[in-house]
């Protein structure tokens, strides 16, 4: 049965005489330790010296330190470095500076889910994961509001592990919205999933393939834009705020007859047998481990397929016509 907990269900004294070490002071770790600062928390940050993150930790007033002394001064220690380099930093950081009764902590599970990161017997492991961006769960805290979490315990050293996510969760606000209990296999699949299979790479294709369908029958490139790519803000806003069946019924009786009579030609058994076997190979490692020798040997396909994608029609009109938007805040 589906749990959701609150700020009652959440006990803030916990923290209380505990240092929170922030590994890595991206748009996440930023987010999450002024947070956990302002919630009274005592929180040291760890960045590389010289880098923006370093200067932004400063400018935010935190005295940013290395890997090694931040994990040395955690009592919870967060890792919000990105996945590839968090083997590394765990291994060569964090491990010689873990004791009995420390915790552990991810906003992701994928170094857990896929062993990259072992962890002793004797340190709690958990996640709290915001299902949205650390400049979001930022603001959202600033309003009094909070960004809806996810929590997992992978070990529990202590018999705190639970109560401990909680409330770290409590600490960046989320509480104040809802944190789900899930699991890190249940996280880390699913978030692989939905970004391969529907946010990022379903996404992507099927712009540019709708795009190319366009140019292709002798359509203006600029009108093939607008109508594939500009307008899809405004209908993922939509399904966003009230759902498929709420954005069906707010545009146009011709687009929603379009959409449920259209739609499963786009989407159909083939792509659904696609998606299954990549929710396969997600399960099984193999995109793990293909992402992770992909890093070992440099990027080779990764820089090429990027590289490739720029050099896209629709990137060229893009941004000729993103100058005719100035509402449009420039990346």
């Not at 919630?39 to 940013?64: L, M």
Request: contains cysteine; proline residues 4%.
């Amino acid at each position: 049965m589906l749990k959701i907990y609150y700020d009652n269900d959440a006990d803030l004294t916990l923290l209380k005489d505990k240092t929170i070490a922030i590994i890595g002071y991206g748009i996440q770790g930023r987010g999450q330790a002024l947070c956990l600062r302002d919630s009274g928390c005592r929180v040291v940050v760890s960045e590389v010296a010289g880098t923006p993150n370093f200067e932004q930790a400063k400018a935010d007033g935190f005295i940013p330190v290395s890997a090694d002394e931040a994990a040395a001064a955690g009592d919870i220690i967060q890792i919000l470095t990105q996945d590839h380099v968090q083997a590394k930093v765990y291994k060569e950081n964090i491990k010689p500076n873990l004791k009995k009764g420390k915790a552990l902590c991810f906003s992701h599970g994928f170094n857990i889910r896929f062993r990259q990161i072992k962890p002793p017997k004797n340190v709690d492991v958990f996640m709290v994961a915001p299902k949205g961006p650390g400049a979001l769960v930022r603001r959202m805290y600033e309003e009094g509001k909070g960004v809806p979490c996810l929590l997992a315990v992978f070990q529990d050293a202590t018999g705190e592990a639970k109560h401990l996510g909680l409330a770290y969760a409590r600490a960046i606000g989320a509480t104040r919205a809802g944190v789900i209990e899930t699991t890190f296999d249940e996280e880390t699949e699913t978030d692989l999933f939905g970004e391969q299979a529907v946010l990022c790479g379903g996404v992507t294709e099927l712009i540019r393939a709708g795009f190319d369908t366009l140019v292709e029958a002798g359509y203006q490139p600029e009108i093939a834009y607008f109508e594939v790519l500009h307008e899809l803000k405004l209908i993922t806003d939509l399904i966003q705020e009230t759902g498929i069946s709420g954005m069906r019924r707010r545009v146009s009786n011709t687009a929603c007859y379009g959409d449920l009579t259209r739609g499963p030609k786009i989407i159909t058994e083939r792509t659904r047998k696609a998606m299954k076997k990549m929710l396969k190979e997600i399960k099984s490692g193999k995109f793990a481990r293909e992402w992770i020798k992909e890093n070992e040997a440099g990027r080779p396909m990764f820089n090429k397929l990027l590289e490739e994608g720029d050099k896209h029609q629709i990137e060229e009109v893009g941004r000729r016509l993103r100058e005719m938007m100035p509402w449009m805040k420039k990346a």
